[in-house]
């Protein structure tokens, strides 16, 4: 089959192109966008041509720009042009010519897309850079996601030439005399990929003349394979995360019995900020005492008893959390409250507002614990009396901010202790204590 | 941590010895299996040492025989060994030196593991040979199977040294003095891992110089993924394929619409002899007209009108076999058998034996084909009186074997159809027929 029918084969096949889509091409000169361009034509798709001139190369850059708008004519195409100072940009920004260049093309391209309303944009990946691109990850280190190399489609960008391997495409503007511009520094490729491209991957077609094409053949099975991973995954992850209001918890004993644990506390944990140097230690909190946590860029993952729960280092609406007899932590804004119950039996009563020991007896389960609200009140310890907690907190001397960040813990309805501040009198200990809920409120 | 608690603790997570286990020890009396060796023994493993002599290689052979009879009589250990005479093994049965090294190999090891009393058979693959298999794999081209390169365990062969590179084997053996042998041929290393190991993966390291446990750690989460990847497939399997007796079959219409289709399709039909080159014509009966079919080395794969029929070439068990109005093909020993419904209108009765009309009022569906049996008696044909079919073979001449293949067919517990030779004069095609059931007898 020829290259044009292949290249309307996989069209089809993945779906790039349907009658009524309008697609704008990546055009830089080189064969692979020029061939592409003239693929694109013969097969009657409606499309149009962009084209960035980065200025990185004097008389170069003139000469491609000045190629692809005779391309345009010659095919009688739309064309747009624009011309970065890719130098400034670059230095402005601290970033290197490549990703200064990369930012500046793929940000005008998009924005051209939909100014001109076109459905997709189109770059002329071919077969070679797919299997480089997957050659390197594996050389970095990757997981399966890694291996589904360049896809075809993601979201408005598409990339209808990665079927053909380099020599189709050579081949073709060869019995065409198609015309391309060569570019002779290659500045937008990077080192690493150029070094794949003509040291590691000629060594390996030596042994496997035929390298390339089953390379990229297996990175479409791995492309498959790899939606078969996240349905499995997906079906884990139902059994293993559960949303509470804002935060998230995973059952301990579930996870530590999953096979394969590693994948799955990593296809878990990754979308709560956790790197792959960090997962280690959130799997060793599943063998840490209660309280141990770990934090990672965007949340904190705790050692409750039975679970793992995860909370957002974002600021929050102020929740109104349930604490049921078996809850051992409880991680909220400002700090972190600990729960034990303990025999009441010649244990001493500490003494640090942080520390609270409640009669369990005087307890309802299931406590909440929430902001204070106006209307609150309870019977200081050592008092017959009550008192509305807005006036504890003036005669405490609270500053506005120190009363929005109090929190109360709760029992049938009655404020059993303001937390980190003073316990209510009717829940303290007694001779006739049993059994004592020792608190801990610890601030961050 | 140094080897000695590295190679601790991989045993342990990958469950490679448990107190009780005996493990025979392949040395060749190279670092690798040497160091092993000593790991063993320092981890207070109760191992042996078993020794194959290829004799290939003259007084090299019978150094390292030497070499490793002393270090087994150093460390105190078992030592089985054995002389090849390879050479002759490689001539009769027409393999490779390297083919008959490994086959002789394998198969000595592991009735010498038998025979002893050996838990487990060890052998010395460290991380390099492992990044070495999975990269050319990756070459060849390869589903996600072949990515979980050398396996820690399968069944009793364990390979204890994969966490380990090579520079930390040859590190402990300078460190403590160890002494080795060198194979100067290095004849049972196929040229191709050789090339890749002294080639292909220096080049990668010269720009990711850690390159060699970043694929390995990679690979490790490959052999997870595939897990999930397994898992999912199974339970795609359970609605894609279903057993009928010694038959399967699978629905054409499911797995149309299956995704990841290609995937799913490859892992259903390998099982039965499909290869990957014949994988697109079994997709292809898909769209192919009832009858169609593909042989793979151990089946066939037929398109019928709403499943796709898998039976085995061996010869089976004359089955009996189920006809229900929608079956449009039946593939049994001997040949096919084709129905269709048509309206009986104009429609001429075809005179060839191995085609039968029979009018659709007179069958009652399902209908049976099965083989002929002593006491069955239909109406040929023209005549009005029955007839046994033992009788009516007899009159036909048939010999014994022809007899043996005789198919009927059967509605309502009358034989309707002789196939190939005769149908009953009752079910014949009449002025008042409304339909009538085509069927094909096609013989192979």
Redesign the interface.
Known sequence: MDLLNRFKEYLSKEKLYTPGDKILLAVSGGVDSVIMTHLCKQAGIDCGIAHCNFQLRGAESTRDETFVTALANELALPLYTIRFDTETYATEKRVSIQVAARELRYAWLEETRQQHGYTCLATAHHMQDNVETV?MN???????A??HGILPRQQHLIRPLLFAQKSDILALAAANGYGYVEDSSNITVKY?RN??RH??IP??Q???PA?VP??A??I??????E???N???Q??KKRLLFQQGDNYRVPVLKLQKA??Q???AWEIFKDFGCSPAQLPQVIDLMQSEPGKWVETTSHRIIRDRVWLLITSLEVQEAPLIVIEKETAVVPVKGGTLKLKIRPADGATIPTSPLMACLDMDTLQFPLLMRRWKQGDYFYPLGMRKKKKLSRFFIDQKLSLIQKENIWVLESAKRVVWIIGMRIDDRCKITPNTNHMLVLEWQPI
Chains 1, 2 share one sequence.
Not at 220 to 225: I, L, Q, Y
Request: charged share 20%; hydrophobic share 45%.
């Open positions: 050659l594996f050389s970095k280190g990757t997981g399966i890694g291996l690493t070094y794949f040291k590691v060594v390996i030596e042994t496997y390298a089953q390379m053949a297996s479409d099975r791995f492309r498959e394979a939606l078969l991973y349905e499995a995954v079906r884990h096979v394969p590693q994948t799955l």
